[in-house]
């Protein structure tokens, strides 16, 4: 089976379920703050990296077997797509603030991210590809600038609100 498949939930789920769950909260989601030095090149190395996943999963087939490695690699690409659900449910729906602090983001800053990582994660595993893997990790060194530049975005806009979320809630996990 083509591995390309694997992308028809993350695409439903991201613009989908968003666009079900808020129509406003696409533009949200696509949003990307104010950018300095570094971050604009790993702004960069993200998108390319995301295309290069994309592109490469086209000619990539997904491997399962009935052994052990074939159901973690299902587990883990199944676990990326329900926090990725969750993540989107939980963005479609901040607080009237406009800080997001329910559901999965009272127990991370970037569920969405992380989701997305233990997603594609899980299409390197089905994969078997060390390729996308290499792209994967890319693709999350690259994120962590794109995160940095949000929190600085987000603490010029929230101030002290977003401050004291900071404190009480982790970057990740």
């Not at 999965?104 to 994660?121: C, D, E, K």
Request: proline fraction near 3%; charge should be positive; charged fraction near 10%.
């Amino acid at each position: 089976m083509n591995s390309f498949l694997l992308l028809i939930p993350l695409m439903l789920v991201r613009y989908g379920l968003l666009a079900f769950l808020n129509k406003d909260a696409i533009k949200r989601v696509a949003h990307f703050p104010p950018m300095i030095g570094a971050e604009r090149a790993a702004f960069w190395i993200y998108q390319i990296s995301t295309i290069a996943v994309f592109i490469t999963l086209l000619f990539l087939r997904i491997q399962i077997y009935q052994s052990l490695l074939s159901y973690i690699s299902l587990a883990v690409y199944v676990i990326g797509l329900l926090l990725l659900i969750l993540s989107i449910i939980s963005f479609a729906a901040p607080a009237k603030n406009g800080i997001n602090q329910n559901g999965l983001y009272r127990l991370s800053r970037n569920p969405i991210y992380v989701a997305y990582f233990i997603y594609f994660i899980g299409c390197a595993m089905l994969t078997r590809s060390l390729i996308i893997f290499g792209l994967v990790l890319i693709f999350q060194v690259s994120a962590h600038w794109i995160i940095l530049s949000e929190e600085r975005w987000c603490t010029e806009q929230f101030g002290t609100e977003y401050l004291q979320y900071m404190k009480k809630v982790r970057r990740y996990i």
